[in-house]
């Protein structure tokens, strides 16, 4: 409650919308992929690290890990795909005998069909969150700030948690 | 970039991840002890307890004391329980999902060991369907003569029918082919004719041909005759030939229905025949439980972690190997030292790739116990291989014992009859073989210097008590079949014929007037045929040689010079003739 609650407060504020989609951008890839991998950490260490929203990175993490169980069979038969393809063996064997490669667990098929389906998705996700932040605000938000339902839920308990949230 | 870097950001990193490490590292511990405790339960069927578990970083690896696996078939006992085990994990493997264990050492492994308290069982064992481990006739009663000769089928009356049948099929065709040969009076006759014949003076034509036509119709008649000869000749070989030898199996099969039957007189031969079973069967049960360790324990919890690794892979991704040479499987333990404590002593086992997929690993779980001049023993001596594939667990193995020293052994207990084995040496060598979950496989048990104990309740199971007393040495045989699950075994000795054997000795007098009933019952059943078919056989053997002595007569005939005494005497006649022409 108290993400969403962020979540919608970043999205009307003045955060920048690029914070927001990358945030969003990094909840997918995080989400997507199987936890406890190395790619996880690098991605953990990107949102810390780079000034993207922790708030919209949250929940972006939590819609992405819900989704990722029903696209777990796709990317497990993306990753087979890969793994199994003739002309990459020698990339795979490559990677396979180095110690760096073996950590990043790249030679399990989810692992490697949620990666590459994940990248292959980020900049249309950064890209389509930018642009959907931008118009949400320029024409949805004073809309939606209208709706007789916003009007009630602004009297109900997600509205006090909405602002006793800071910043 | 300022705007870009959160450095805050980086700190909250490096706590998040210290935070999961010191998470971790307190709980890393507890987390073991819980994974042996559940995985080990879902493997065995039964309650799995650990001590304590700790952990160290250089070698990385753990230490694992007290662990304790409830004996589903005797929750009270453990059915293994090891003092200590430590194990060095390889790090890197296991971030890529494998453990790889390069040395396990597991001290003061011990079996059926009592509990604290009974432990739970979520697996109900399936029923061994052994026999009861004493299962001895009540009474000594001994049947009747009358009852054995109802019950058991006779070779005596099958052979008697036989013989009897086969009479009566050439009885007729011999004394027709008999009946037809010439008699005595006729051979005399045809004699008579030819020396008459041999004698004649011709002194006319019509005298020479008169008597050539009497030779020809004499020598026509005994070849009519001789063929009668062979006609009765082939007919009785036909009868001899399917007649001879029933009259002689009805001959052998009073003997014979005695010899097997004989034993049904003094008791239940059935139970006879499985007294080794029954006195030794269970401490063998209990000695191949400790033999058969290896696979009955290893075997079924390596096949249970490679069905549920199968089941994790295919709901959770596929792990692909892509190095021939360094291909390591998900679980592999490269070297494991095993030291088994029994009766106080301690014996080491070695261990080899033990592993849950073979196939990847190129190569079987070797085992090995080697153990010689212990107090307990003088040579233990276990090798042996098992590996999994995706048919199930194939395995085998070669036991050699020798000079194990047993000590009040309770070999049965039951009403009937109580055995204890004071001491005794023992010797025994075997093998093994488990071809996809089926065993095969056999061992010989010698036992010398042998001192038993045995007492009984009723006469029968007194006299086997004695019989037992008096053992000094005894060679078992065993035949190992059935499922490694539900294993099942086969033992046979002498003692079975020892046994059964006394108490037919100590029935005496009273058997024997049995014995001698059931010969003359026997024999009596027997020699009504054997007079019928016997008297007929003499009979036809009498003809047989009467006819060989008409027919020696017959072909003398045959043989006899008419032709040459009717020439001459045509001679005569012709010369008379000339003479009386030509002046």
Redesign the interface.
């Known amino acids: 409650m108290t993400i969403l609650a962020k979540l919608l407060k970043a999205l009307n504020s003045e955060a920048s919308p690029w914070q927001i989609a990358f945030a969003i951008m990094f909840g997918m890839l995080l989400g997507l992929t ?1 936890t406890l991998r190395l790619f996880g ?1 690098v991605i ?2 990107l ?5 993207v929203n922790l708030a919209a990175f949250l929940a972006s993490f939590a819609v992405f890990t819900i989704l990722a169980f029903l696209l ?1 069979p796709l990317m ?1 038969s993306v ?2 795909a890969l ?2 393809s003739a002309s990459l ?1 020698s990339t ?2 490559a ?3 180095s ?1 760096f490669w ?2 990043t ?1 790249f ?5 490697l ?1 949620s990666i590459v389906i994940g990248l292959c998705l980020a900049p249309f996700i950064a890209i389509g969150a930018k642009i959907g932040v931008v118009q949400y605000r320029e024409r949805a938000m004073k809309w939606v700030n209208k709706l007789h339902v916003v009007q009630m839920v602004k009297t109900s308990k997600f509205y006090s948690i909405y602002q006793s949230v800071g910043g | 970039m300022r ?5 805050p ?2 700190l ?2 490096v706590l ?2 210290g935070l999961i490490a010191l998470i971790s590292m307190l709980f890393i511990d507890k987390a073991v002890k819980y994974a042996i405790e559940s995985l080990g339960a879902d493997a065995t069927g039964a309650e799995v307890n650990v001590g304590s578990v700790s952990h160290r970083y250089s070698p990385f690896g753990f230490t694992v004391e007290d662990i304790q696996v409830t004996n589903h078939s005797a929750p009270e006992n453990n059915q293994v329980q090891i003092a200590r085990a430590s194990a060095d994990v390889d790090l ?1 493997a296991l ?3 494998k453990v790889i264990i390069d040395e396990l050492t597991v001290d003061g492994v011990q079996f059926d060991q009592p509990r604290k308290s009974p432990g739970a069982v979520y697996r109900q064992p399936a029923a061994d369907g052994s026999n009861s481990p004493f299962n001895l006739p009540d009474n000594i009663e001994m049947p009747s003569v009358d009852e054995i000769m109802a019950n058991s089928p006779l070779k005596t009356t099958a052979a008697a029918n036989e013989a009897e049948t086969a009479y009566q099929q050439h009885k007729a065709a011999v004394e027709q082919a008999y009946q037809a040969l010439p008699d005595k009076k006729k051979i005399e006759a045809y004699k008579t004719q030819l020396k008459a014949l041999q004698d004649v003076k011709l002194s006319k034509p019509e005298d020479v041909i008169a008597a050539e036509k009497e030779f020809k119709q004499l020598k026509e008649a005994l070849k009519q005759d001789k063929q009668k000869f062979a006609q009765f000749q082939q007919t009785l070989e036909t009868a001899k030939q399917d007649l001879g030898p029933k009259l002689a199996a009805l001959k052998a099969a009073p003997g014979q229905d005695f010899d097997l039957l004989k034993g049904l007189v003094a008791g239940d031969a059935a139970a006879f025949g499985e007294l080794t079973e029954s006195v030794f069967g269970p401490q063998a049960r209990k000695w191949s439980d400790s033999l058969f360790a290896a696979l009955d324990i290893v075997g079924p919890m390596l096949q249970q972690q490679a069905e549920q690794e199968a089941e994790q892979s295919r709901a ?8 021939d040479t ?1 291909a390591l499987p998900g679980f592999l333990i490269r070297k494991a030292n095993v030291s088994i404590v029994v009766k106080g002593q301690s014996i080491a086992s070695n261990w080899q790739d033990i592993t849950t997929e073979h196939e990847v690993l190129g190569r079987p779980t070797l085992f090995s116990v080697d153990s010689k001049n212990s107090p307990l023993w003088d040579l233990l001596n276990i090798q042996g291989q098992l590996s999994l594939d995706s048919l199930g667990l194939n395995a085998n193995q070669h036991w050699k014992l020798a000079g194990v020293k047993l000590q009040q052994l309770a070999l049965a207990n039951a009403d009937k009859l109580s055995a204890v084995l004071n001491s005794a040496l023992l010797a025994s060598e075997g093998s093994l073989t488990l071809n996809h979950g089926a065993l095969t496989g056999s061992g010989d048990i010698a036992l010398r210097d042998v001192s038993i104990a045995a007492e009984g309740q009723n006469k029968l199971t007194n006299i086997l008590a004695g019989a037992l007393n008096g053992i000094s040495s005894l060679n078992i045989n065993s035949d190992i079949s059935g499922t490694l699950a539900q294993p099942a075994f086969g033992l046979k000795s002498d003692l079975d014929n020892q046994l059964a054997d006394a108490v037919k000795a100590s029935l005496g007098g009273e058997a024997q007037q049995k014995l001698n009933s059931l010969q003359a019952r026997l024999n009596a059943k027997a020699d009504p045929a054997l007079g019928t078919t016997g008297d007929g056989m003499q009979q036809w053997l009498k003809w047989e040689e009467l006819a060989d002595g008409n027919l020696g007569s017959v072909e003398d005939m045959l043989k006899a010079k008419f032709d040459n005494k009717l020439e001459q005497e045509k001679d005569k006649v012709l010369d008379k003739l000339k003479g009386k022409i030509f002046g």
């Open positions: 199987p950490v953990l260490l949102v810390l690290v780079l000034r777990d497990a990753g087979d793994l199994t063996q795979w064997t990677m396979y005998n110690d073996r950590l667990q030679n399990h098929s989810l692992t069909g | 705007n870009v870097i959160r450095w950001g980086l909250a990193f998040v991840i890197l971030l890529m999902n959770a991704g596929t792990w692909y190997s892509f190095d360094t």
